[in-house]
């Protein structure tokens, strides 16, 4: 009998990634070495555009594309991506990992390569904001200024997290918002606003409860006042939301636009102030590697 035809999978490695403590080339190499596969490892250089990517991807011939990094490196893959047949695998070496963690994919090496050649296919949605695309999590207001903040710090994890939140919860005004959603105009005052395909930041904090990646909808989740509480509860105790602070909307498409300019971040990549912010809707456009337990979550 004929060996079955192996398959090529190419990895897009972000070595700028936030976790640098594992030798992720050599792992992979390692791995796939006895396995029925043919791997190409593509190293993002540091003037790596959607181009260069898009490149690769036709000139490999790749069946499957990996994205070794966070989530701006799952962001690069999947505008090469999107609504194409081609699978798409996280290894989650960046700093928060949220869209690793939102799928279930472990932050362990070797599970997480395990996923990739024992995972199902998942489709999921993703939202384009300001003609950006957003796999994850988009906003404007508190968190996307203390993206900004965190990023000027020298102490990361939780507690640098938290230091962060602190500066900015002091001189963070609130924002007088008009959505339109549904063809209805809203208007609001809120300390920030979220354009949500998944359910949680990479931090662990929930703010989208209700999120599914797979419907025809994404959330919009006004967060009208923020405070030490809030923030110790999404991240910590996961409590449902208090109706009276926060709100949600389901909508495929969102006008927004607010009195002053804000800080704004799509994926965790702070975008600067905008005052204008549109969002729409695009079904079924990626397949996800994730482990078969939570295919169908």
Known sequence: MPEPEKIKILFIINSAAGNKATDWPALIEDYFAPLNYIVELFTLPQDCNIQSIQEKINQFAAQQVVAVGGDGTVKLVAECLIQKNIPIGILPAGSANGMAKELGISEKPEEA???????????????????????????????????????????????????????????????QVEMEIDKKKVKMNAAMIVIANATKYGSGAVINPVGKLDDA????????????????????????????????????????????RAHFQVDGEYLGKVNEVNASIITDALQMIVPAEVSNV
């Open 113 to 175: 390569l395990h996923t990739l050649t024992n995972g199902l296919l998942k489709k999921i949605h993703v939202t384009r904001v300001n003609d950006q695309l957003c796999v994850h999590l988009s906003d404007i207001g508190f968190n996307a200024f203390l993206i900004k903040k965190f990023e000027t710090q020298k102490r990361r994890g939780m507690w640098g997290y938290l230091k962060a939140s602190l500066k900015v919860l002091l001189n963070h005004p609130r924002m």
């Open 217 to 260: 909808m994404f959330e919009v989740i006004v967060l009208k006042k923020i405070s030490l509480h809030e923030i110790y509860k999404m991240t910590f105790s996961h409590a449902m939301i208090d109706p009276a602070k926060t709100e949600i909307f389901q909508t495929n498409a969102l006008k927004m636009r607010s009195v002053t």
